[in-house]
Every structure is written in C-alpha cells, then in structure tokens.
T-cell receptor, first 108, second 114 residues
Framework: DAKTTQPNSMESNEEEPVHLPCNHSTISGTDYIHWYRQLPSQGPEYVIH???SNVNNRMASLAIAEDRKSSTLILHRATLRDAAVYYCILRNTDKLIFGTGTRLQVFP | DVKVTQSSRYLVKRTGEKVFLECVQDMDHENMFWYRQDPGLGLRLIYFSYDVKMKEKGDIPEGYSVSREKKERFSLILESASTNQTSMYLCASSPTGGQLSGYTFGSGTRLTVV
C-alpha cells in the first residue's frame, strides 16, 4: 500500500478555516484518497474521498493536486467539535490501512 | 441511522481466558474488519472478511481468530488472552468496492487483560 505523510499536529481557532495537508508521492493511478477522523473515545468516522477531482460534502472539502501527489482536507469553519485525529489514507482495495494522522486542536 | 454495534464498551478478562468480542452491522455490508488501537501504534488490522465464512489475515493476526457465520455478525476470538492483548478493539464494515465508499466503525471495546 502506498504511504501518506501528514503533520503530527495542527492548531486552529474556532470559526477559522483549516487546511490539513497530506503527501502521497507514490500514489498509483487506481488509489482513491480517503479521509477519516477520530474524535476522542470514538471509532473513526468517514469524512470524504476522491480520485482526481476536488470534492465537497457537508463535512469538508477535498482538494487534490493535479499530479495527485498531495491533497488537502479543508474544514471551512472549524468548531470545537472538529478537534480530532484526521487520517489521510490511500485505497485501491477493500482494505483500509491507517497511518498516524494529524491531531487537530481547536481553540475557542 | 446505519450502525455497527460492538457488544461491550468495556471488558476485563483474566490471563488465559477465552474472549469473544462481538460485532453486528445492520447495513447489509459484505466486508467486515477488526482493528486494534494502541497509543503510539495507531490502528492495526487484525482480520477481515469479505463474505460469510470467509476470512483473511490482516497485519497482526497472531493470538486471534475470527468467525463469520452470518453476514451481519463478525466475531473476534482471543483463544487465550494475554496482557499484551489489552487494547481498544474496533470493528468496521463496508460494502464491496469499498474504495468507492466509506467504512462505518463501531464505538470500540476497551479490553483489559489482568
């Protein structure tokens, strides 16, 4: 499975946009880019995924670089409830292999 | 609301006991998975199943087995519990073609082996 690289931690203030980066320089043409988040004391939660084009849903936006070697998860207005560990994962099979993720802290 | 339900939130078992962790999903998903999560090590895949009575080893299957007799239920079995199996266990499910959709996770079972 191709690897992803994410910063260990990031900080944001409430109601500000947050851009969470992910590098995946060895991505293959069939790899989908998935994002999950894990709130404290809960199981991971699906956020968004994409292949080549940028994607939006009610939770977040996913911006994918033209060469697909990096992507950015965008939370448009961070809330305290967005404090979590965010995982960027490449998938081309039914298996989901987690890295260490980015711990996002949100300050009031 | 779609759900993955794990039978226990907290469990305490003794060394050497046989332990069953149960997971049930109500989404008619083909795929089911068991992970464990430990501080500093993240989530690691133990076993997964693509269909009833089918199972595949994940990255850390040693000391574990699984059972999938019905589509909705996937059980993780610790044949003889040891203290190094103290961990948070997470069950998940997804439809076939999972790269096109998300996994749904349960809330986890925190197992302590004493």
């Amino acid at each position: 499975d191709a690897k992803t690289t994410q910063p260990n931690s990031m900080e944001s203030n409430e109601e500000e946009p947050v851009h969470l980066p992910c590098n995946h320089s060895t991505i293959s043409g069939t790899d989908y880019i998935h994002w999950y988040r894990q709130l404290p004391s809960q199981g991971p939660e699906y956020v968004i995924h994409g292949l080549t084009s940028n994607v939006n849903n009610r939770m977040a936006s996913l911006a994918i670089a033209e060469d697909r070697k990096s992507s950015t998860l965008i939370l448009h207005r961070a809330t305290l409830r967005d404090a979590a560990v965010y995982y960027c994962i490449l998938r081309n099979t039914d298996k989901l292999i987690f890295g260490t993720g980015t711990r996002l802290q949100v300050f009031p | 609301d779609v759900k993955v339900t794990q039978s226990s939130r907290y469990l305490v078992k003794r060394t050497g006991e046989k332990v069953f962790l149960e997971c049930v999903q109500d989404m008619d998903h083909e795929n089911m998975f068991w992970y464990r999560q430990d501080p500093g090590l993240g989530l690691r895949l133990i076993y997964f199943s693509y269909d009833v009575k089918m199972k595949e080893k994940g990255d850390i299957p040693e000391g574990y087995s699984v059972s999938r007799e019905k589509k909705e239920r996937f059980s993780l079995i610790l044949e003889s519990a040891s203290t190094n199996q103290t961990s948070m266990y997470l069950c998940a499910s997804s439809p076939t073609g999972g790269q096109l959709s998300g996994y749904t996770f349960g809330s986890g079972t925190r197992l302590t082996v004493v």
